[in-house]
């Protein structure tokens, strides 16, 4: 009987019941070239209205890929320098964001208030 335990809990630990499930076509969403191209704008263009100095810093740091460190550095600024630049445009962008219609692909989603 052992031995028959045995080889019923080594074949209940060998077969897997692997499930295949095609997505739902109402679930599934092809990517909306164009509303990333309007996004893509629409953060372009609410970045473009920041001063100089928060600008400076948020493309140094989000689309260069450096540090905050080495913003400091580039900008011969200190480091606290840097990071309320930073703090303070990005609160700006959401502000005016928050303000300005939204351009997204998903009409699901809601605007914050």
């Keep these: 009987m052992r031995a028959c335990y045995k080889a019923a809990g080594k074949e209940r630990r060998r077969s897997r019941v692997e499930l295949r499930v095609p997505p739902d076509p109402g679930t599934v969403r092809t990517p909306d070239t164009s509303a990333r191209v309007a996004e893509r704008e629409w953060v372009l263009s609410e970045l473009g209205r920041l001063d100089i100095d928060r600008r ?3 493309v140094l740091h989000y689309y260069l890929d450096l540090s905050l460190p080495e913003v400091a550095e580039i900008l011969d600024i200190p480091y606290g320098t840097v990071t309320s630049r930073l ?3 990005l609160e700006q962008m959401r502000r005016s964001m928050r303000v ?4 997204t692909s998903d009409p699901s989603v809601e605007q914050a208030p």
């Design 56 to 58: 400076t810093v948020l």
């Design 100 to 103: 300005s219609p939204a351009l």
């Design 87 to 89: 703090h303070r445009g």
